[in-house]
């Protein structure tokens, strides 16, 4: 449960926050416009959207041009005639061939207080579009491809995790935000253009709303990707204390788990997510932060779904290097420029197939050779397989004095202290090996602030000295990974017990098994679809720019998954039937009596079967990468060389 409190920033005036975007509008779709006025409702009058709200301006969207903005309510009664929708945010608007289309924010739930604002996560959007006579207008090769864009841009609202806040720049972690703050100019600002761009989940849906003027901008929600867990009220030893766990999830490359992997031109990278852990005293005495980050390999390379349950990895022609280096070096600058050192922690099996992408690693940072950038190489499944996971000490011995040296954002009773290096931590997914690394770093860091504050003694851990925090702990660090799993995945954290209890378990590994059958349905069968999603709410495909459908293409083949369903139950209906013949089989061989040629019948079909889903998996095989749903938008960013 969530109580009002003032958790991740105390009562420090940096970050007490008045309400900076409209919380209520009341929603009106004419023939002509959606018109958007913020609600003001007298308590005693409840929530009736039946009348105006306070005569306050209005912004305007144009349904046929998209053009937005600012004015005076209508003078006549047009609007009193229909009935409003009470919505708690706008995202923006997104322009197609027949028009603008608005999204908005029709249910939230709060799920936290940070800095002095209430957290909602959208528990649902409204898109709302054109009318049908402007669709039917469309040129009959538009009319496709505005039907498939328009599902997949609900699609992409459909995505969970999105964080919102009224008055709180939630994009930027505490330490970048009480710096913002410090500036009256900036401060000043809408807050909207004080978030960080980088993790602006609307930012491409804003533009229209965000260039019609300040006075509109109240009307946006600025919309963070990732995850968010929190508690208050928590006693330590007699101190009253606050936890949070933030994830931002970067935009740059945003994507799905096959799809996208490494980095792109501009030295994004795949799976980029920055995690804060924040501990505030609840009498807002103190305050401390921790930053860590992981994302892709930041070097070209892909890993494109073709029905192999592992699929190889692919890197660039030799004679490309040079751009695959440019694109680390790009990402490397662009991580010094935020945290100013580097140690970067890269978890992949040091044999088999991954062995490649350590090598390539490894080879661009001594290439890069810059003296803040450090890096470490454990691999993981061999250090800590068998259940060895108490050999995680072997890697904090390593990353230890990095830590310390350039500790963490604190503020108060935590001493006064800036975070100067960040820890970059991924294995191949950067999820499951990613997530139970920086949980474990975490952990450490959090056990010294403690200590630090006189709750902990000595070497004490949480475990030993805050038993009813333990796991509480633990159960935050495993939602918190199932969250950006479930984003880039399609499903939960595999070794997601460790994490919650510390050890591994039979249901654990059952679990695991059920996530990667899962995984591996939604990475080749479902991703294509998510993928183009994604990357048409996020701007990283221009409608605009497309003089013909992208649909017409016979990229994509929708016979993979029926395919893989009949080769499935195939071989599952031959096995059955040969397994359930064997035992009356041999007695009839042992006793060369009668009824042979029944069980041999119901045998022969059970061959037939079991070969036919053979012929099936040999042909899925061969052909995979064309059966398999591949994105349509942005194909060209899946090897971006």
């Known amino acids: 449960m969530v109580e009002n409190g003032n958790a991740g920033g105390g009562r420090n005036p940096a970050f007490m926050a008045d309400p900076l975007c409209h919380n209520q509008i009341l929603l009106w779709c004419t023939e002509e416009a959606f018109v958007l006025q913020p609600a003001n409702f ?49 995202l923006g608007v997104v322009q197609f061939h027949s028009g603008p289309y608005l999204v908005v924010v029709t249910k939230r739930e709060k799920v936290a207080h940070l800095h002095g604002s209430d957290v909602f ?26 039907k498939k864009y328009a599902q997949l841009l609900k699609m992409a609202c459909e995505e969970k995790n999105l964080y ?28 909207f253009d004080r978030q960080e761009r980088s993790f602006l989940w ?44 933030v994830a931002r999830r970067d935009t740059g490359r945003v994507g799905t788990r096959y799809w996208r992997r490494g980095a792109d031109e501009s030295g994004a990278v795949a799976n980029y997510v920055e995690t804060e852990q924040i501990l505030a005293l609840s009498d807002g005495s103190g305050l401390a932060s921790f930053v860590q980050c992981r994302g892709s390999i930041p070097i070209f390379w892909s890993q494109a779904p073709n029905i192999k349950y592992k699929p190889g990895f692919m890197f660039p022609p030799v004679e490309k290097n040079h751009l ?51 890096y470490y190489a454990f691999d993981f499944h061999k250090e800590c397989g068998h259940m060895r996971y108490s050999r995680l000490s072997k890697l904090w011995g390593e990353v230890r004095p990095f830590v310390f040296e350039h500790s963490w954002y604190a503020l108060g009773v935590f001493g006064d202290s800036k975070q100067t290096g960040v820890v970059r ?67 939960d954290a595999l070794k997601r017990d460790f994490v919650r209890t510390g050890k591994r378990t039979k249901k654990g590994m059952l679990g695991d098994l059920k996530n990667s059958g899962m995984r591996y349905w939604l990475n080749n069968y479902y991703d294509g679809v998510r993928q183009d999603a994604l990357d048409l709410f996020l701007g990283h495909y221009d409608v605009s720019s497309e003089p013909e459908s992208p649909f017409q293409r016979g990229k994509t083949s929708k016979n993979g998954k029926w395919l893989f369903l009949s080769a499935l139950f195939s071989l599952l209906g031959g096995v059955i039937r040969i397994i359930r013949n064997v035992p009356k089989i041999s007695s009839a061989l042992l006793k060369r009596g009668n009824g042979f040629s029944d069980d041999y019948s119901d045998l022969v079909h059970g061959f037939i079967l079991v070969t036919l889903a053979g012929s099936l998996a040999f042909y899925l095989k061969l052909q995979g990468k064309k059966l398999v749903e591949r994105p349509q938008l942005r194909f060209d960013q899946v090897m971006p060389w």
């Open 324 to 374: 695959s280096q440019l694109a680390f070096d790009r990402h490397i600058t662009s991580l010094m420029e935020r945290f100013n050192k580097i140690y970067a922690i890269n978890l992949v099996d040091q044999t088999r197939s991954e062995r490649h992408l350590e090598k390539a690693y490894r080879d661009a940072v001594k290439r890069n050779g810059h003296a803040d950038l450090a």
């Open 425 to 491: 931590t991924n294995c191949v997914d950067c999820l499951d090996r990613t997530n139970v690394v920086q949980a474990y770093i975490a952990r450490k860091v959090l056990e010294k602030q403690l200590v630090g504050l006189g709750i902990l003694r000595g070497n004490q851990t949480i475990e030993q000295n805050l038993p009813e925090f333990e796991p509480l702990y633990r159960f935050m660090w495993g939602d918190h990974g199932d969250d950006i799993s479930c984003h880039y995945s399609g499903t």
């Open 164 to 191: 919102f806040t009224y008055a709180s720049d939630l994009t930027l972690n505490t330490e970048r935000m009480a710096n913002i703050l410090r500036s009256p100019d900036v401060a000043s600002k809408p807050l």
């Open 42 to 90: 007298p308590k005693a009058m409840g929530k009736s959207t039946t009348m105006l709200s306070k005569l306050t301006d209005c912004l305007y969207v144009d349904r046929k041009s998209g053009h937005v903005r600012v004015d005076k309510p209508p003078a006549d009664q047009t609007l009193r005639q229909l009935k409003p929708l009470l919505v708690y945010g706008c």
């Open 202 to 245: 609307n930012y491409h849906l804003s533009k229209k709303i965000s260039a019609a003027g300040v006075d509109a901008k109240p009307f946006l929600v600025p919309v963070m990707a990732g995850s968010i867990k929190q508690r208050l009220g928590l006693d330590f030893n007699g101190s009253t204390v606050a936890f949070t766990l």
């Open 121 to 146: 996560e959208i528990k649902k959007c409204v898109v709302l579009g054109p009318t049908e006579k402007q669709v039917q207008g469309l040129k009959r090769k538009f009319h496709t491809a505005e």
